[in-house]
């Protein structure tokens, strides 16, 4: 999963260079395993992604990247992102005053449950949400790394619980922008997700 996210980032040549932030403690990642991709790599992640994400960006600033640098935070755990997604995302974001994520439109109807009461332990449906003009985050998720930092760095001070890059920058009042992104850009979350995400990326390594 790794080398796909990695390769579609390494095949963006107008990027400097990918960084992977692992944790101190990772002792499973052999960077030999990723030919010649380039990438740097930094034991900084947290307990959290919001940690991990903060650790990333001082990192990065530790390379010489400067505030109104443009940064692209991506999960590992999404290795159906393309070349063409990203180049996508940068092309619709480059000249925005803020940023952006790639995304989708909610296409399920949704169902807000309720305790479960009876003895199977079953939740029941308490009611149906409308999904009208709600969308699925995905990632990368674009913005400038100055403006990206002071955000986790408030919503940190501050105890706030931030899920994504976006939610910390819209505890700022700013709004992202909202990308089209793509169904093969799932996250694997579960264990049948595995076989569906090797659906999407077929049996060739990545290049």
């Keep these: 999963m790794l080398a796909h996210a990695l390769a579609a980032f390494d095949a963006c040549s107008e990027f400097a260079q990918t960084l992977l932030v692992l944790a101190p403690d990772d002792n499973h990642f052999d960077g030999r395993r990723f030919g010649t991709l380039r990438f740097a790599v930094r034991r ?5 992604r919001h940690a991990s994400v903060l650790g990333g960006l001082q990192a990065l600033a530790e390379f010489g990247a400067q505030d109104s640098d443009w ?19 940068v092309g619709a974001l480059r000249n925005d005053p803020v940023g952006g994520i790639l995304a989708l439109p909610v296409a399920d109807t949704l169902k807000r449950e309720t305790p479960p009461a009876e003895k199977d332990g079953l939740a029941s449906v308490g009611a149906t949400e409308s999904r009208d003009g709600l969308w699925q985050a995905q990632t990368p998720q674009m913005f400038r790394l100055g403006m990206l930092r002071r955000a986790l760095e408030d919503a940190l001070a501050a105890g ?15 709004a992202p922008k909202l ?27 990545p290049a």
């Design 179 to 205: 990308v089209r992104g793509s169904l093969r850009n799932f996250k694997v979350t579960y264990p049948e997700d595995f076989a569906l995400a090797e659906a999407f990326l077929g049996t060739a390594k």
């Design 160 to 174: 706030a619980e931030v899920t994504d890059e976006a939610s910390a920058i819209e505890r700022m009042g700013h």
């Design 44 to 48: 900084c992640g947290g307990a959290s």
């Design 71 to 89: 940064v692209l935070v991506h999960d590992a755990a999404r290795p159906g992102i393309t070349p063409e997604l990203i180049r996508t995302l």
